[in-house]
């Protein structure tokens, strides 16, 4: 009879291969979840850019009695212009329309930032301002 006391070559490829099929699967959730963290970052940067453009356009909107529309803010001459850095992977549009004309102006503000390869992915923001 032969004394057996180690583990042989075959066992430890037995075992490791197990190991590597048990662990495939938990490989792929973790890259899964760590794609989503970096699209929900780039989503929340595009969030508070947007907002904060939105903010600057009603602070400026604001003082005034009458609004009037700057040209590059009207409906079809309106496009996405690329950020400075450390922005440079966004775009922003701002479109601008006048809703109501009387003895005040309501005018609609629409700010988009776009980013992502193709820029497919977007966040949208709209508001409407009165003139004082």
């Known amino acids: 009879m032969r ?3 180690g583990t042989t070559l075959i066992e430890v490829i037995a075992a490791v291969t197990l190991l590597a ?3 495939l699967p ?3 959730g973790i890259t899964n979840a760590n794609n989503t963290m970096i699209q929900a970052g780039k989503k929340s940067q595009a969030v508070y850019l947007a907002q ?4 600057s356009q009603k602070a400026a909107l604001g003082k005034a009695a009458k609004i009037t529309i700057p040209p590059e803010y009207r409906e079809g001459s309106a496009g996405f212009v690329r950020m400075a850095e450390p922005y440079s992977g966004y775009s922003k549009k701002v479109m601008m ?3 109501f004309s ?3 102006n309501l005018i ?3 700010v988009t930032v776009k980013w992502g390869e193709q820029a497919h992915q977007t966040v949208n923001l709209v508001t409407q301002v009165t003139g004082k």
């Open 97 to 99: 329309k006048e809703l």
């Open 26 to 28: 938990l490989m792929g």
């Open 3 to 5: 004394d057996e006391k």
């Open 108 to 110: 609609q503000v629409e």
């Open 21 to 23: 099929v048990a662990l």
């Open 52 to 55: 904060n453009e939105m903010e």
């Open 102 to 104: 009387g003895s005040f």
